[in-house]
């Protein structure tokens, strides 16, 4: 059996929108250097979940949690915790590819830049051929760097939106619904390139798409109304669930 | 360390925005700090009673008289011309960009619109004078080269798009569903415009109408070019009179010295026309907002 | 049943016809105003009519004093209103939280959008000609234009940040970009041509103004020009300006206006030609920014 680190924790962890509650007690560990998969019916609460990890939800006025959610066995709500490094830790690739409206280099060496995270010129270049390598996306922007980010199409913009992720060289990187917008094509390969990017980074990823997630994870979650219903290995959850809605789930009976 | 260094220049800046910000509520204080303090010198002097009921403003003369009452007639009447062409053309106009031509086009004629609501003061008070009041000498041959009637039209196509664009607004944020409704009821454009779209936007379209009075009201250069200098307490339009704006014009053109009683009459006019414009910006603000809220 | 017929026409065009005719009507005017000016101003318009100083005779005044002192008021407003508008408009949209001081604000500004802005003039008459003793300075009449025009450049800026979508702001901070950061780095900049449209806006209508720097007691005969910024000694530029008198282009052609001689007419007339070309000039440049950056903005 191979070795299994847990990176994150959640114990006991629920979330309100003013007071209406998203997540109920949530117990769920994530380990490292897997893909892990989140499924479940709109609105029950997958990327609430995702959001409280990188503490995006900060942003939404009245937003609260109880319980622990834990990084490394931190607690991410704890008061000393420093959120710009929380999400310097914890990288985020959205539904919709929202690269800034800025050239192809510029989107990639922001996050260098507002963390000082090079040397020189040299250096900065560098890192940012290298994620985009990471991305493979390399062979496809090299000639055309100062291009602005919006001439790429929705593929390749979300693979520079992961690029940009990339390299701040985070430890978790969070996806919520990264194909959703693109077509069948782009989508492969997106999946290809996480599937890849396993090896160093731990992943969650939020999807609607049974085929994504039995592609991908290795694990996989299904909540439902802001409770999570079960949580094992992808293998597991697809070929023998032992919840009936998780069932019904995936076959396709609701949802 | 590194945390709290960010965490006080977001604070620092998070200050001096703030600071920036209420700097407008340090120039409402000021205007209210500045009125009261020459006008409560002003009462002073004299009385109260004799401000709202004389029918005599004659503080620059030998037979001092200190009623309100000709200014603010002067500066109702101009506004009540103004408005009724405002209204009726603004409105129009707000429907039938609104309503009736395509949305392209609206784009085009909204700003076009604007310009009349760009063109420098002075210059409608020019034309006013110069053009149209000898225009209606033609109509009205005993009208006066100053008098009510030339500034207020004149004014009207000034706050025309206020009204239309305000109205306009209101029109487009009534949602599709209730037109929808309206045209499946079997109604036809005319009745889905009366019946649905106005009385759905009343509110915002009030807001505009409100916004233009208090426009009109505060306007200083047309009236005082084209209505005269001359305070006037009387009903008919053909004749000059002199609206508050045009009155602390006419003070603050002479060498008026600081502490006299004429001096702090500017303020005690200026304080009439702030509380009339106060209240209906106020009125005007929360009819906007009440539309906003509804199809939010 | 025929008559029905006609009403129910009649009825169901009204607002076609009426609203393009009232259109026409309202356009028709300000065309008839722009041909009104410049047939009586055309004549005026030459050279010596730039460089002269106002004159007891109409054939030898002109706008020089008027227009420079324009252009220092102008130039002198945009500085005050840049920062301060532009800061307001960014701590109400983007740190202010919901509850009673922003609606306080939001209110409040609204109001002194309001405001006439002779009301302004009696404000700055007290504060800043007597309390602070800059007299009917350049300084004076800047400052109490600019509390004129704020409101206009606070309320531009705000719904061009309103404009920028989450989606920017939340890229920049799952980066672990701050607030000030992503604000400068990125919300600034994609909202920047819509800001400087609001900014412009509020230079047209500031470039318009008279009653206000009438109230100051700006002067109506003015046959000097306020020192020149630039100097030949170090350091080269000199604020001596801002303490001098000052005329401006609209209270230049109000006082043309005012006289009886038909000669200050046609002067007064050729002043307003130039006055609309630069503030339609402005508003078009406002209007040019603004579809740029609604454009701009649809990309996304
Ligand atoms: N900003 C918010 N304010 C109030 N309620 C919210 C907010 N965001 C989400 N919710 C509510 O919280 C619940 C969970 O939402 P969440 O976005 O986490 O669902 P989801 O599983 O990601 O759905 P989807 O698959 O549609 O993206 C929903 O009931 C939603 O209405
Ligand atoms: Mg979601």
């Known amino acids: ?255 | 360390m590194k945390i709290n260094k960010n965490k006080i220049i977001e604070k620092i800046t998070e200050g001096a925005l703030f600071i920036s910000a209420s700097l407008s509520i340090f120039v409402t204080i000021g205007i209210i700090i500045v009125l009261l303090f020459e006008t409560i010198e002003f009462f002073k002097e004299v009385p109260l009673i004799k401000f709202f009921t004389e029918k005599q403003w004659t503080p620059l003369f030998e037979d001092k008289h200190f009623g309100i009452l000709p200014l603010l007639n002067a500066t109702i009447l101009t506004s009540l011309i103004s408005m009724i062409v405002a209204i009726s053309f603004g409105l129009t106009i707000a429907v039938f960009i609104s309503e009736y031509i395509k949305p392209e086009k609206r784009m085009i004629l909204k700003p076009i619109m604007e310009i009349l609501a760009v063109v420098p003061t002075v210059v409608y008070g020019y034309f006013a004078l110069l053009f149209v009041t000898p225009l209606l000498q033609k109509i009205f041959p005993d009208i006066s080269t100053f008098n009510a009637l030339s500034p207020g039209i004149v004014m009207g196509f000034m706050i025309i798009p206020i009204i239309a664009t305000m109205s306009d607004d209101a029109m487009q944020a009534v949602p599709k569903w209730l037109r929808e409704g309206g045209y499946a009821l079997g109604a036809n454009k005319f009745q889905v415009t009366t019946g649905v779209v106005i009385p759905s936007a009343l509110s915002g379209i009030m807001a505009s109408f409100i916004l233009g009075v208090s426009r009109a009201v505060g306007e200083t250069m047309i009236v005082t070019i084209a209505a005269g200098q001359m305070p006037n307490f009387t009903f008919n339009v053909l004749e000059p009179m002199e609206t508050i704006t045009a009155y602390i014009v006419q003070v603050s053109l002479g060498d008026t010295p600081a502490g006299t009683l004429e001096f702090k009459t500017i303020f005690a006019a200026g304080m009439t026309l702030f509380v009339l414009t106060f209240v209906l910006n106020i009125i005007s603000y929360f009819l906007k907002s009440k539309y906003r809220e509804r199809y939010r | 049943m025929k008559e029905k017929k006609l009403i129910y026409k009649i009825r169901d065009n009204f607002f076609p016809v009426a609203g393009l005719f009232a259109t026409i009507i309202s356009l028709g005017v300000l065309f008839v105003l722009i041909i009104d000016v410049f047939k009586d101003g055309y004549l005026r318009l030459n050279w010596q009519f730039l460089t002269s100083y106002p004159s007891r005779i109409p054939e030898k005044a002109g706008i020089l004093s008027a227009w420079v002192g324009t252009l220092w008021i102008m130039v002198l407003t945009a500085f005050l209103i840049f920062p301060i508008g532009v800061a307001s408009g960014i701590y109400l949209e983007e740190y202010a939280k919901p509850g009673k001081i922003k609606d306080f604000l939001e209110i409040n500004i609204s109001n002194l959008a309001g405001v006439p802005s002779i009301i302004y003039g009696l404000l700055g008459l007290q504060i800043f000609v007597y309390s602070f003793k800059m007299d009917r300075s350049i300084l004076a009449g800047a400052l109490t234009l600019s509390l004129v025009v704020l409101p206009i450049v606070i309320v531009a800026t705000r719904e061009s940040l309103k404009a920028v979508p989450i989606s920017l702001r939340e890229a920049s901070f799952a980066l672990g970009a701050n607030k000030l950061q992503t604000v400068i780095f990125q919300v600034l900049p994609s909202a920047f041509s819509g800001i400087l449209s609001g900014v412009i806006l509020a230079m047209s209508r500031a470039i318009g103004e008279t009653a206000p720097l009438i109230t100051i007691g700006a002067l109506t005969y003015i046959a000097f020009l306020p020192t020149g910024p630039f100097t030949t000694e170090f350091p080269f530029i000199t604020f001596k300006g801002l303490r001098d008198f000052f005329t401006v282009l609209p209270i230049q052609v109000f006082n043309w206006v005012s006289r009886p001689q038909k000669g200050f007419h046609a002067n007064a007339a050729a002043g307003i030609i130039i006055l609309l070309i630069i503030s339609l000039f402005i508003n078009f440049l406002a209007i040019y920014l603004r579809i740029k950056f609604e454009k701009y903005m649809r990309r996304k």
């Open chain 1, 1 to 255: 059996m191979e070795e299994k680190n847990i990176r994150i924790e959640a114990k006991n962890f629920s979330a309100y929108y003013n007071d209406k509650i998203a997540l109920k007690e949530v117990n769920f560990k994530i380990y490292s250097n897997k893909i892990t998969a989140i499924i479940g019916p709109s609105g029950c609460g997958k990327s609430t979940f995702l959001r409280s990890i990188n503490r995006m939800n900060d942003l939404i006025e009245n937003f609260s949690v109880t319980g622990e959610l834990l990084l490394d066995n931190k607690n991410i709500y704890e008061k000393e915790t420093d959120v710009i490094d929380l999400r310097k830790r914890v990288g985020m690739v959205f539904q919709k590819p929202n690269p800034f409206p800025k050239s192809i280099f510029e989107n990639i060496a922001y996050g260098l830049k507002i963390h000082k995270m090079y040397q020189n010129y040299d250096d900065l270049y560098m890192k940012i051929e290298n994620s985009l390598k990471e991305a493979a996306l390399w062979d496809e922007v090299k000639d055309d760097l100062n291009k602005s980010a919006f001439d790429l199409s929705g593929g390749q913009q979300q693979r520079l939106c992961i690029a940009r992720a990339l390299v701040i060289k985070p430890e978790v990187i969070l996806m919520d619904e990264p194909t959703a917008s693109l077509d069948p094509i782009s989508t492969a390969k997106i999946e290809e390139l996480i599937v890849k990017l396993k090896e160093h980074y731990t992943i969650v990823i939020v999807t609607h798409n049974m085929q994504q997630a039995a592609r991908v994870s290795d694990y996989s979650a299904f909540f439902m109304q802001g409770e999570m219903i079960e949580y094992d290995e992808t293998a597991k959850i697809f070929t023998a669930p032992s919840n009936k809605l998780t069932e019904e789930y995936i076959t396709g009976r609701f949802g």
